[in-house]
Each structure stands twice: as structure tokens, then as C-alpha cells.
């Protein structure tokens, strides 16, 4: 009797599990169904998409530059203002430098010094040839003399001595004038560092464009390698823009776009997608929190615009683009 309610029991419990397993396969099987019927459903609604449509940042075709200088010290001067047309080459800033206008001003005089001393070596130096030429024909015309028994052998010996003993001061001459132009060579290089040393005290602009901002002021600090400044190179302005994975591959090159306010219909300039990414990223525009987790992910294209006049820099846009 036992055995055959166990029985029972076990034949219960295989029918059970059957049917749930049954009833799981039937779920997995709906879902598999609707995945590929919202599939079939997004791409005949894709094939039929006219305009994509993403958020976008006004900038400059060339990225900002982040000024700074490579020296630290006390701001002494600023050459522009926020919102100022710059020139390549303006000293946009300079830090106190005292100290390193005297190491340059040293350096020069001592340079200027030595100069002087190569200079009149080389006037010893060509002093000393012309005597030792006047006491050459003085040995040979007492030599011609000793020759015809008109001189002594004395004269003659002491006539040698004092050509040989010229040369030996020429030869003397000569290496100290050689000392002295490497000492200059030396000095000028020390010019060359506090030139260098002088340049890092001021930041000049690299290109022309417009100052965004500007953190130093006369009288503050600023640290070496430290931005202080941002600057728009000037040139064409576009619109960097991230759509949406789901129509990113709609996105062409050449491809005609509208700018937008966010939330108006009115267009407020248009241009023509000049790069599309050929990979897709996570959002990256308008993230609020470094490392924020997004679920989807984006391919960023830029719009060459046509005319931005009006459009403020890092303003946040919607971009219409047309891809028919």
C-alpha cells in the first residue's frame, strides 16, 4: 500500500515538473516572438524615417585651447579681456620678472666684457706677429753679415733667440685668445637660458580667435602647467552632435542638417555633416556626473554651419537631420 502511494506520489511530481517546464518553453518562446516582431516592426519603421533628430554643442571647428603658462609666479600684466578679439602672438600674460630681467642683463654685460677681452687678444696676437716678422729680417741681415765676417757669432746667437723666443710668445698669445673665445661661447649661452627663462614668464597667443574665459588676474598666482584661459581659435564654427544607436546608421556624410533651439521649431542656422563617427560611444555631451551610466549608447557627427552668426559657443542645440 505504501509503495503504491509513493508511487503515486513520484508520478504526480514528473507530471508537475513536465507541465512547467512546458509552460517556461511556451514563455521563452512568446518573447523570442515578440523580440523578432519588434524588430521587424522598428526596421519598417526605420526604413521609413525621414528626419533623425539629436542634441548637440555649438563649437568651434578647431577644438579650445587651454592657455597656461610654463612657468609659475605673480601675474604682473593681462593682455585681454573675456569676449576679445586676439591676435597670434599677443602677450595675453605676463608674471613679475625681476629677477629674471637682471639674470639677462648680467649675462649681457659680461658678454659684452669678454668680447672686449677676444678683441684685444687678438690685437696682442697681431702685435706680436708683426714684431716677430721685424726680428726675422733682423736675424737673416745678421746672418748675411755673420756670413761675410761683418758680425759676431754673439750678435748672431741673440738675434736667434729673441725669433724664437717671439714665436714662443705668439704661441702663448694665441692659446689664451683661444681660452677667451671659448669663455664667450660659454657666457653666450647663458644668455640663450635667461632669454629662455625671461620667455616663460609670459604667455603668448598661438592663433587667432576669441578669449572665452579668463581666470588670472594682476596680483594673483598662477601655477606652472595650469590652465587660466580658454581660447577660440577662429575659423568655421560646428555643431558636435550624438545620435541616437537606434537611427545611427541613417547618418551619411553630406547629409543636409537644421539647427534648432531645444524645444522651438524655429530654425536658427543649418549646415551639412561634415564627419560621422565610425564607431559607437557612450554619451558623452551632456553627462552630468563623470562615470554616469547610460543604457544607450551614441554616434557623434559634426554639422559644418553655413552661417552661425548669433550662435553662442558651448550652447546647447537640437540638430535636425534630414536623411532621405
Known amino acids: 500500500m505504501k509503495k503504491t502511494f509513493l508511487g503515486s506520489c513520484l508520478l504526480l511530481s514528473l507530471l508537475l515538473c513536465a507541465c512547467g517546464k512546458k509552460d517556461d518553453s511556451s514563455k521563452n518562446n512568446l518573447a523570442i516572438q515578440d523580440s523578432l516582431s519588434r524588430a521587424n516592426a522598428y526596421q519598417g519603421a526605420a526604413a521609413n524615417v525621414q528626419q533623425v533628430i539629436g542634441i548637440g554643442k555649438v563649437e568651434p571647428e578647431q577644438d579650445i585651447i587651454k592657455l597656461a603658462a610654463n612657468d609659475g609666479g605673480v601675474v604682473a600684466h593681462i593682455g585681454a579681456r573675456e569676449g576679445d578679439q586676439v591676435k597670434a602672438g599677443l602677450t595675453i600674460l605676463a608674471l613679475e620678472s625681476t629677477v629674471a630681467n637682471a639674470k639677462l642683463a648680467q649675462a649681457r654685460t659680461r658678454v659684452a666684457t669678454q668680447e672686449a677681452q677676444v678683441r684685444n687678444d687678438e690685437r696682442a696676437v697681431a702685435e706680436a ?28 746667437d741673440n738675434a736667434r733667440a729673441d725669433v724664437d723666443l717671439q714665436k714662443s710668445t705668439i704661441e ?50 598662477v601655477q606652472a602647467q595650469q590652465s587660466f584661459a580658454e581660447l577660440a581659435p577662429a575659423g568655421p564654427i560646428i555643431v558636435r552632435c550624438e545620435v541616437d544607436e537606434l537611427l545611427a546608421d541613417r547618418v551619411r556624410i553630406g547629409q543636409k542638417a537644421v539647427i534648432r533651439q531645444i524645444g522651438l521649431d524655429k530654425t536658427i542656422a543649418e549646415g551639412e555633416i561634415v564627419y560621422a563617427s565610425p564607431q559607437l560611444n557612450k554619451k558623452s555631451l551632456f553627462s552630468e556626473t563623470t562615470g554616469e551610466k547610460e543604457d544607450r549608447r551614441v554616434r557623434e557627427v559634426k554639422i559644418l554651419l553655413k552661417d552661425p552668426q548669433g550662435l553662442l559657443l558651448n550652447s546647447r542645440v537640437e540638430c535636425v537631420i534630414n536623411v532621405q
Open 129 to 156: 706677429e708683426t714684431k716677430l716678422t721685424n726680428l726675422q729680417r733682423t736675424l737673416t741681415r745678421v746672418q748675411n753679415l755673420y756670413a761675410k765676417n761683418a758680425d759676431t757669432g754673439e750678435n748672431l
Open 172 to 221: 702663448r698669445l694665441r692659446s689664451a685668445a683661444q681660452v677667451n673665445r671659448v669663455r664667450l661661447d660659454e657666457i653666450k649661452s647663458d644668455i640663450a637660458i635667461a632669454e629662455r627663462e625671461l620667455a616663460l614668464k609670459s604667455v603668448k597667443v598661438p592663433v587667432a580667435g576669441t578669449l572665452l574665459s579668463m581666470d588670472a588676474t594682476v596680483g594673483s598666482a
